[in-house]
């Protein structure tokens, strides 16, 4: 009988033991599961602070590259602009010193749905609209025509928010479609910035697309109709100097459009200094800002492009 105590009492303090030792094993795979996926996090923050860091640098050096033709320029502001045509896309570029706060840019544009509150000022963008699906946040934007349309008479974007950027000293964001009206794909729009001293930002926008044989035939249409006498702001090095010598054709299409997204990104950042009516503001930055540069930009009188703003504004507030 005593033996079988003994055993028994044994067999006890083995389970026991065994359950000490698994409940002790669990606790450390936890511990180091957790250990891992700590480090792992901070590898990823280590690898996005060094790479926002690059970004910041090398705007910053851009900043620098550009310091004379910010401060001497035909834009009468502190702007730089850049358009390229290639077989098959097309790219328009701004480099700019706005005099806003980074901080207040920054918090601008990390919201999405304050993109629409700027690009509905663009006087073709016609209806704007962040949606949320199983992939995130996407933006529903609608072209159009420069006068008042009905949405089904317009063309729509999808547009994907493919990677955001945001710490004290660079931000960006970036969107993308593979699919556009009109034998367009592949379009762009990028937003970056970086503070500079005395409270001012140092920003670039970039906006490009792609295009086949139906959309080079749809651009060249326009080009020969309604847009034959539409000039671009680079100068045609063919033709020298002088507001009659600006380039034509495809690149002077993108550098309008380029410039109208610049001048609403530009114009919402205005609008945040008023509490109320501000985007009556913005409307009214956006339009005395388009009418710097008539040549290239002047589509309508003042009255009837806030009109249509108006409307479309009302529109956008409802997904459609």
Not at 4 to 33: D, N, Q, W
Not at 279 to 304: C, D, I, P, T
Request: charged residues 20%; aromatic residues 12%.
């Amino acid at each position: 009988m005593m033996h079988l105590k003994h055993l028994k009492c044994s067999t006890e303090l083995i389970t026991a033991t065994l359950r000490y030792v698994s409940i002790v094993t669990i606790i450390l795979c936890g511990i180091l599961f957790q250990s891992k996926i700590l480090a792992a996090a901070q590898d990823l923050s280590n690898s996005a602070i060094a790479k926002t860091t690059l970004k910041a640098k090398a705007l910053k050096a851009k900043y620098a590259e550009l310091n004379q033709q910010l401060l001497k320029n035909s834009f009468k502001r502190p702007l730089y602009l850049h358009s390229e045509e290639a077989e098959s896309s097309l790219k328009g570029e701004i480099y700019a010193v706005v005099d806003y706060p980074f901080s207040t840019f920054n918090v601008a544009f990390n919201d999405p749905t304050h993109w629409c509150n700027a690009l509905i000022l663009n006087i073709n963008v016609k209806y704007c609209h962040i949606k949320n699906n199983q992939d995130g946040n996407v933006m529903l934007l609608n072209m159009g025509k420069k006068t008042d349309q009905p949405l089904n008479q317009t063309y729509r974007i999808v547009f994907n928010y493919k990677e955001t950027l945001s710490t004290p000293n660079y931000f960006s964001s970036e969107l993308d479609s593979k699919n556009g009206p009109l034998g367009t794909y592949d379009y762009r729009i990028l937003i970056e910035a970086t503070p500079l001293k005395d409270g001012q930002t140092f920003l670039h926008f970039t906006y490009a697309y792609s295009f086949g044989v139906t959309g080079r035939l749809a651009m060249q249409t326009y080009l020969a109709t309604i847009g034959r006498n539409k000039v671009g702001f680079t100068n045609d090095e063919k033709l020298g100097d002088g507001s009659a010598n600006k380039i034509k054709g495809i690149r002077g299409l993108v550098e309008r459009n380029t410039m109208r997204y610049y001048l609403a990104i530009d114009a919402y950042l205005a609008s945040l200094a008023y509490t109320s009516e501000q985007f009556e503001y913005s409307l009214q930055h956006w339009y005395k800002g388009s009418e710097q540069y008539a040549l290239q930009l002047h589509e309508v009188e003042k009255s009837e492009y806030i009109d249509i703003k108006r409307s479309e504004f009302i529109r956008q507030q409802m997904a459609q």
